[in-house]
């Protein structure tokens, strides 16, 4: 039975056939195939004897031998690490420092390469180190250029955090590379390749997002790709022989904000020629922004997913030739990709077919089988990948995924490993699983070709520890317990929902905000990864006034942030729909105030801006003693940020958003239209910006606190529609502002709380709501002079835990209605504007899944 294969219109492979001579070594490619890098872990493996680590098996040797009767022009190996306990995982081939040319090591690496050189093919070692990407169960102690952590969970690993690397760590990853070479080429390798991409340590050092270093390895790229020349020069230095290839792997682009960029490895790769490079691979992403779920809009109508940034590198080069890896699965699409690079790489379609290129060479196939797994889910695909090699080392044939009755066997067999890889922290475990044709539990019904997606997943919901931020693959589910109906604004939703106990067990509080936001578009992956620095960057603020995030992932094509559910809401419905209490609602409000003019001191001291500063914005949390705290959140992007970038993805404009509390300098920043006068990203808010927008928020709690709850009613809906604080057209206070300060200067008596009130409205007035920006008091003089006036009236006033405080604050308000982390702007009731926003709909609760992902689990099978 001939297998499903990629639909596509008849094309000539010969282009493909085609010799490929390499300038600088001399050595000939016999077509333009590349067996791209893969892991395998199929080497030996020892969690107590270092030594024992790392020798080629007959398992990988059968899978290379296979693959050199494939008809490849250049076969690529998995990751040759250089150190015994700095792996990208358990299995991997190892060329420790102190390898000799002989014994059982070298001979199985000289066999390895023998048979994948037996039909002419050329053999290249891709060899790594993996700096700080090294799983914390087989190195706590990593080394990187700086010490920047990959945190959270990564496809089932976790990482500490690397320490900087010192002299001595140089002369070790340089001469361990450089001795790496020298054993390699006397076992019989046509060269090596130096991997310097998908976030391991040379790439590391190629990144501003994890070179922070101020010496010569670091600042400029001419800088942070020194390292690497180093270890070419030392590589040639050991290995004088020039027919030996150098070539190097290295990502197009990182698909991270302030990453390596393309322009950067334009500027590379015009140095790898002047240092003898053969070839350059080019390919993209990192663990913490896979490339083949992040990548452009642009690049999902081309099968290449890199192709569009090799065209604007291939130009500089003119001597080194260049590969492009990533999702070629038809001849048209790989002749096309001829037009712009040399040759192309083929990795996961080369494990369903070792043969491919002999195929395709020889008209028997015109493109890749396609299989029946998600394309789109890496995860899947990965360890599908693993499952064929693993099925060839062991002499049998890959299953055919591209039929139901295969792809059921590796259902069966996933499921089968995953159970016998839990508790296997020390990856002794790592070979004990038999891959095999015949299908494990005989006799279950499978429905339909959803079977995997709906009865597997499930036993790899994750528990969330101690990490905060996580990445997890496409369908893996959540451990909810329960969800509320999802409130939807823009390209974000809201949801509340509780986390199963055993998966938070670090959590008291297993209730939450969990706000899903998509990754579709570049825009809304700009905006998301600007997301993800902030609610990072404001947890290691310590305020009690300041909602701090749990815990964030990104789960496919969405990013996911978890807040704590603010039991009585945000401010905004509290005004409305508790009465004041006279003097207890007046010290509540006025220890509260102080609170959050702290915590806005305090960002304001770090350089942030909150920008979108309301009531809807304070949120209440509970305290023993029956009152709430109020806490800011949504801090971090700018209001002007997610206007703008709303406008991109929606079509809205500034008009249709919350503007009550903007103050004057808002008007400067978007024309009549709402739009933006300049890009998003350039614009700049002053140090002043929060300010006026919390005394607009101190004017309404003064209303409820001294006229009552009824009066702030009917201020809110004189304020509906697109009514500011600020009339720019008179340029003064609106006059229903002016209208309610009367109000409460005219009830102001000659009591102690009258006073607090008479005291804080002046401060607002004559310190806050002031049209130039430069003439407010700073967040910092605000703060001090509410101190000044509570220190003033302590005195009369009661002991805050004698006080009772019936301010209405023990029932928990509706949760899908009134809570915070909802995007606000969507409630007309919230901010008196019609923001023709769809209705709230209903969300298919996600269920309860108590088992959690084995260690390494869904990253057996990671592309290298």
Not at 20 to 37: Q, V
Not at 520 to 535: G, L, R, W
Not at 813 to 840: I, V
Request: some cysteine; aromatic content about 8%; glycine content about 6%.
């Amino acid at each position: 039975m001939a297998p499903r294969r990629f639909s596509t219109e008849p094309a000539d492979a010969s282009p493909l056939g085609q010799p490929l001579k390499f300038e600088f070594s001399g050595k000939t490619a016999k077509n333009r195939f590349m067996k791209a890098a893969m892991t395998e872990r199929l080497s030996t493996w020892d969690p107590k004897v270092l030594e024992k680590r790392g020798v080629p098996t007959p398992e990988l040797i059968n899978v290379y031998r296979r693959w050199g009767e494939g008809d490849f022009g250049v076969i690529l190996t998995g990751n040759v690490m250089i150190e015994y306990d700095q792996l990208e995982a358990a299995g991997n081939p190892i060329v420790p420092r102190d390898a000799p040319a002989s014994g059982e090591r070298f001979e199985a690496f000289k066999e390895l390469a023998t048979v994948s050189k037996k039909h002419g093919s050329l053999i290249v070692a891709q060899v790594s180190h993996p700096g700080r990407q090294v799983a914390d169960n087989i190195q706590k102690n990593p080394i990187s250029p700086s010490d920047v952590q990959l945190e959270g969970e990564v496809m089932g690993m976790h990482f500490a955090k690397p320490k900087p690397m010192d002299e001595q760590d140089f002369k070790n990853v340089i001469e361990g590379f450089a001795h790496a070479a020298e054993f390699l080429y006397k076992a019989g390798y046509d060269g090596i390749q130096l991997h310097g991409a998908h976030g391991y340590l040379l790439a590391q050092f190629l990144s501003p997002t994890t070179n922070k270093r101020t010496d010569k390895y670091g600042g400029s790229i001419e800088n942070r790709s020194r390292i690497i020349f180093e270890i070419a020069d030392a590589i040639r230095a050991r290995v004088p022989d020039k027919s030996f290839s150098l070539s190097i792997k290295v990502n197009s682009v990182e698909f991270q904000e302030g990453g390596f960029s393309t322009d950067d490895c334009k500027v590379l790769c015009k140095q790898l020629e002047q240092h003898g490079f053969d070839f350059v691979e080019l390919s993209g992403g990192t663990y913490q922004s896979l490339a083949f779920s992040h990548r452009r809009e642009s690049s999902k109508k081309r099968e290449a997913f890199f192709l569009e940034f090799a065209e604007k590198i291939i130009p500089e080069l003119t001597k080194t030739k260049a590969y492009v890896t990533g999702g070629l699965r038809t001849v048209k699409a790989m002749n096309e990709a001829l037009k712009t690079v040399h040759g192309i790489g083929l990795a996961r379609p080369v494990t369903n077919e070792f043969d491919l290129p002999a195929k395709i060479l020889k008209g028997e196939a015109n493109s890749a089988i396609d299989t029946l797994l998600d394309e789109q889910n890496f995860g899947i695909t990965n360890v599908a990948a693993g499952t064929q090699i693993r099925l060839v080392g062991k002499d049998k044939h890959p299953l055919d995924l591209s039929r139901e009755d295969h792809k059921r066997i590796f259902e069966e067999s996933m499921q089968k490993w995953g159970e016998g890889m839990a508790h296997n922290d020390d990856q002794s475990k790592a070979k004990d699983i038999d891959w095999t044709t015949a299908p494990f539990g005989a006799g279950i019904h499978y429905r339909d070709v959803d079977y995997f997606t709906q009865k597997q997943w499930p036993f790899l919901a994750p528990i969330f520890k101690r990490e905060f931020e996580y990445v997890l693959q496409q369908g893996i589910p959540l451990p909810l317990v329960e969800k509320g109906n999802a409130i939807v604004s823009g390209f974000s939703s809201v949801s509340k929902i509780k986390m199963h106990h055993a998966h938070v067990p670090e959590q008291i509080e297993h209730s939450m905000a969990m706000k899903k936001m998509e990754l579709e578009s570049e825009d809304q992956i700009k905006y998301v990864n600007k997301e993800m620095t902030n609610v990072k960057s404001l947890r290691l603020l310590d305020h009690d006034h300041l909602v701090k995030a749990i815990l964030a992932c990104t789960r496919g094509k969405q990013a996911l942030f978890f807040f704590p559910w603010a039991k009585g809401g945000d401010l905004y419905n509290f005004l409305k729909s508790n009465s004041n209490e006279g003097m207890a609602a007046i010290i509540w409000m006025l220890d509260q105030m102080v609170g959050l003019c702290s915590a806005l001191s305090l960002l304001a001291d770090k350089g942030y801006r909150h920008g979108d500063l309301k009531p809807a914005n304070i949120l209440l949390f509970p305290e023993k003693s029956g009152s709430y705290r109020l806490k800011i959140t949504d801090v971090g992007l700018s209001k002007l940020h997610i206007l703008a970038t709303s406008r991109r993805l929606n079509g809205t404009t500034a008009k249709a958003t919350t503007r009550r509390y903007s103050p004057p300098e808002f008007d400067l920043l978007f024309d009549d239209d709402g739009e933006p006068v300049e890009d998003s990203d350039d614009i700049k808010l002053s140090r002043k910006f929060d300010v006026w927008s919390l005394g607009c928020v101190f004017i309404e709690f003064l209303i409820w606190a001294k006229l009552g709850r009824q009066k702030y009613k009917e201020f809110d809906r004189s304020m509906k529609r697109d009514r500011r604080f600020w009339d720019s057209g008179r340029k003064d206070l609106d006059d229903k502002v002016k209208e309610r300060i009367q109000n409460l200067e005219d009830a102001v008596e000659e009591t102690p709380g009258d006073k607090v009130v008479q005291r804080v409205l002046e401060l607002a007035l004559k310190q806050m709501l002031l049209v130039d920006s430069d003439d407010r008091s700073s967040a910092s003089d605000i703060h001090k002079e509410l101190e000044s006036i509570r220190d003033s009236y302590s005195e009369c006033f009661q002991p805050k835990d004698e006080l009772d405080l019936p301010l209405g604050l023990t029932t928990e308000q509706d949760a899908e209605s009134d809570h915070l982390q909802q995007e606000k702007d969507l409630s007309g009731a919230n901010d008196g504007m019609d923001q023709n926003e769809p209705e709230p709909s209903s969300t298919q609760d996600e269920g309860l899944h108590t088992k959690a992902v084995p260690s390494g689990h869904t990253a057996a099978m990671v592309v290298s």
